[in-house]
């Protein structure tokens, strides 16, 4: 059940349309994506945005783990709010920052409230489109990191950071040296299934820009999609597919490894 659609797809990337059927091409499609500047233009992107979201969002996460692990009143009626972005749609995420980045949107109300006067037609502009769905990305998916590393800072038992005190540790060093080292599991555990997760993200980069303007937000899922639904090529699509599965497995491939050699250890 897994793996039928997986081979199916691996099996179109060898064929193409011919006299209303399939042809065997070998690795034509592959051939011809390789030669197609887009492809690596859609690569760097990708890594563009997979890099600058996972920052954001592991930052920010962190950040609020930090601040909700206390027990008080205020903390545990701010813990459900945070964590609204990520269980709203994608597409009313969307909805919600295509408004935002309008020209008379919320974005620049702010910034001509501080004394920066601009009409900046954020997702219409080449040069701010990407930093416009990174930021988008980052606010729909630090809840993800914020639930993560919450519970990893709550599973450390207090007796650890009791003895750190008493050995004369501030709270920076007890956090550093004791805290940290203790959710390095949780941590890497949640930088994979967020690297993963983000390198594949399509729907809300396809609801604010549709991959444009100019290309500028093409990552490797929506050039997918357009080339599959817009070109209605679908053997192309289906070789660009296999590639975006083999990148999507190098980090599961080295967190494999690593949870091995730990294993070993």
Not at 16 to 45: C, E, I, K
Not at 88 to 107: E, Q, R, S, T
Not at 248 to 263: C, D, E, K, S
Request: proline share 5%; no cysteine; charged share 10%.
């Amino acid at each position: 059940m897994v793996g039928y659609p997986i081979l199916q797809n691996i099996i179109a990337s060898f064929t193409t349309v011919h006299n209303g059927g399939t042809a065997f091409v070998g690795f034509a499609q592959y051939v011809q994506l390789l030669r197609d500047p887009t492809f690596y233009s859609s690569v760097l992107l990708t890594i563009v945005w997979t890099v600058g979201v996972t920052a954001l969002q592991f930052f920010f996460g962190a950040v609020s783990a930090l601040a909700a692990d206390r027990s008080s009143w205020f903390v545990r009626r701010v813990r459900p709010v945070l964590i609204i972005p990520w269980v709203l749609p994608g597409v009313v995420a969307a909805n919600i920052w295509v408004v935002f980045y309008n020209d008379n949107g919320l974005i620049n109300k702010i910034l001509t409230s501080i004394g920066l006067p601009t009409q900046q037609a954020w997702l219409a502009d080449s040069n701010t489109a990407m930093i416009a769905v990174i930021v988008a990305a980052a606010w729909k998916g630090f809840p993800f990191y914020f639930l993560l590393l919450l519970a990893g800072l709550q599973s450390v038992p207090a007796e650890t950071r009791e003895a750190a005190k008493v050995d004369g540790a501030g709270s920076f060093q007890t956090l550093t040296r004791v805290v940290l080292p203790q959710m390095r599991a949780i941590i890497v555990t949640s930088l994979v299934l967020g690297v993963i997760a983000t390198s594949n993200y399509f729907d809300g980069i396809y609801l604010m820009t549709g991959g444009g303007p100019s290309g500028s937000t093409q990552t490797l899922p929506i050039w997918l999609y357009n080339t599959a639904f817009a070109d209605f090529d679908f053997a192309k699509a289906s070789a660009l597919s296999v590639i975006i599965l083999l990148l999507v497995l190098v980090p599961v491939i080295v967190q494999l490894i690593a949870q091995r050699n730990r294993a070993i250890k």
